[in-house]
């Protein structure tokens, strides 16, 4: 199981992940910076992409 997931972060962090698979690993930490007003980004936006694809740095 943790080697799937991984993988799943590695393939986000790559580009490699579409907004869905990338929202089921990054979305509640996303949420949380922007009810605290740090993001403004929405769902599937490039800003928002951006942001997602550096917060699976720091889960892998």
Request: hydrophobic share 45%.
């Amino acid at each position: 199981m943790a080697i799937y997931r991984i993988q799943r972060l590695r393939q986000a962090f790559l580009g490699g992940a579409n907004d869905e698979e990338l929202a089921d690993l990054v979305y509640a930490q996303i949420e949380r910076f922007r009810a605290a007003g740090n993001l403004d980004a929405s769902l599937g936006s490039d800003k928002w992409r951006n942001r997602g694809t550096r917060l699976v740095q720091f889960r892998a």
